[in-house]
């Protein structure tokens, strides 16, 4: 059998770049007019990296990392995700130096190792916006939000809803657990395996759990809101009052936690219409940069899939045409012609001019259905007798009308049949 591409990791073909295309420009058109810059990490990072920012004993450290073994025992793993490796380059750079708050954007693959199926892969692409400073200002989680919906709104996507919750912060999230810990103590056997072992080290995560009778039990729990200090509480107060400010959708579930540990404050998430996985997602991450060992800079990014918004725009009918502007095609009869055809393209090329050609076909026909088929204007034709007399034919290839010009007039020729 033939080698395959490996389980969940795609190739983009040719006729799919001009989508990506697209995608990269308009991730460059938002970055560029709320002033974020580009950022590009590792592909691979330290295991520790991921422990300690997205945590043990989340899915994605606990079951998905795809390691790397070093020669020398080294052992690194394919990057899950892209906020860790941003925050411990603003720490291993001395980013904090700079101008804050910093705002970053990358885009680029990510690795997890997960079961393939509609909307989930083992190597996608995500864009991330992150904005890093030494203040946690609501407004700059209400900037994220915005810059995401700019993005898909730049796509055409206008009907994307938020989602939204805060999970507090150091000061009230202790207390909220433990009323979770207190509702869960008695139906422990009600769930699922991954749930009942988190009980333990992180009840929040049971409310992230897709489990049919986790997501029943769920129902009663109680919400983070009913818990929050006074400064997490007006904090996403404000946050809701600068989303209505700039007239954006939002819904609230006061169940939403994202599966990741380093969330604090507001978490959020972006859905559409008639699709049933969500496109992005991000939160505040206040603590994050600190638990890595940099001085406390509190943070607030988002992540979205790439590939999911493609298929969305796909199942939409919402991809780019390929617009190739047709060009010249050079035909050559005669390995005399065919090794000045060489020389010529790099005329043609010099001259501003675009060229294609199929020098590998020996046969005058078969290069002239090849003409045809990119659609050229004109062809080039390039004999043995025009190669010794230095001229070449011009072939309108609508009309059949030639005319045989010397070489020193081919470009202007060419560009006045061209206008
Ligand atoms: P996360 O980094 O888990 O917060 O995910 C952010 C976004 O990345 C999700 O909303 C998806 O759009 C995308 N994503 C996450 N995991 C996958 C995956 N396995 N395959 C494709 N897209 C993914």
Not at 91 to 114: A, C, D, N, T, V
Not at 142 to 147: E, P
Request: hydrophobic residues 35%; proline residues 5%.
């Amino acid at each position: 059998m033939a080698v395959q591409s490996p389980k969940g990791m795609r190739d983009i073909l040719p006729p799919d770049q001009p989508i990506w295309e697209k995608i990269r420009k308009t991730i460059k058109n938002v970055a560029d007019f709320y002033n974020f810059f580009r950022i590009d990490t590792p592909i691979a990072e330290s295991v520790d990296l991921f422990v300690r920012s997205v945590g043990e004993d989340s899915d994605v450290v606990e079951k998905q990392m795809f390691y790397l073994e070093g020669r020398t025992g080294s052992r690194l793993v394919l990057r899950p995700e892209g906020t860790a490796p941003v925050a411990r380059a603003y720490i291993q750079y001395g980013l904090s130096h700079l101008s804050q708050p910093l705002k970053l954007y990358y885009e680029g693959p990510m690795f997890r190792h997960e079961q393939p199926q509609a909307g989930r892969l083992r190597e996608f692409h995500q864009l991330g916006f992150e904005i890093l400073s030494s203040e946690n200002d609501p407004v700059y989680d209400a900037q994220i939000i915005l810059a995401g919906m700019r993005f898909f709104e730049g796509l055409k996507l206008k009907d994307v809803t938020i989602v939204l919750n805060t999970i507090g912060c150091r000061t009230c999230r202790p207390n909220y657990r433990r009323h979770l810990l207190d509702y869960y103590k008695d139906k422990k056997k009600e769930l699922c395996a991954d749930c009942a072992r988190r009980l333990a080290t992180n009840p929040l995560r049971l409310l992230d759990c897709k489990e049919e009778k986790c997501r029943e039990l769920k129902k009663e729990a109680p919400i983070m809101a009913d818990y929050l200090c006074s400064q997490c509480s007006a904090h996403f107060k404000s946050v809701l009052e600068y989303l209505e400010e700039l007239q954006l959708p939002y819904t609230l579930d006061h169940y939403l936690v994202r599966g990741f540990d380093y969330y604090s404050k507001t978490v959020f998430e972006y859905t559409i219409e008639g699709v049933d996985f969500v496109l992005g997602g991000g939160g505040r991450y206040d603590y994050l940069i600190e638990s890595l060992g940099g001085k406390a800079s509190p943070a607030v990014g988002l992540a979205i899939g790439l590939e999911r918004v493609i298929e969305v725009l796909k199942s939409r009918q919402l991809t780019v045409k390929v617009k190739t502007k047709p060009k010249l095609y050079l035909v050559y009869i005669g390995a005399l012609a065919k090794k000045k055809s060489l020389r010529l393209i790099e005329d043609l090329r010099e001259a501003g001019l675009d060229v294609a050609e199929s020098l590998g076909k020996e046969s005058l026909k078969g290069q002239l259905r090849a003409a045809d088929k990119a659609g050229s204007p004109l062809a080039l034709i390039f004999g043995q007798k025009e190669a010794f007399e230095e001229s070449v034919i011009i072939r309108d290839l609508k009309t059949g009308a030639q005319e045989t010009v010397p070489l020193k007039k081919m470009v202007e020729s060419v560009k006045r049949k061209m206008k």
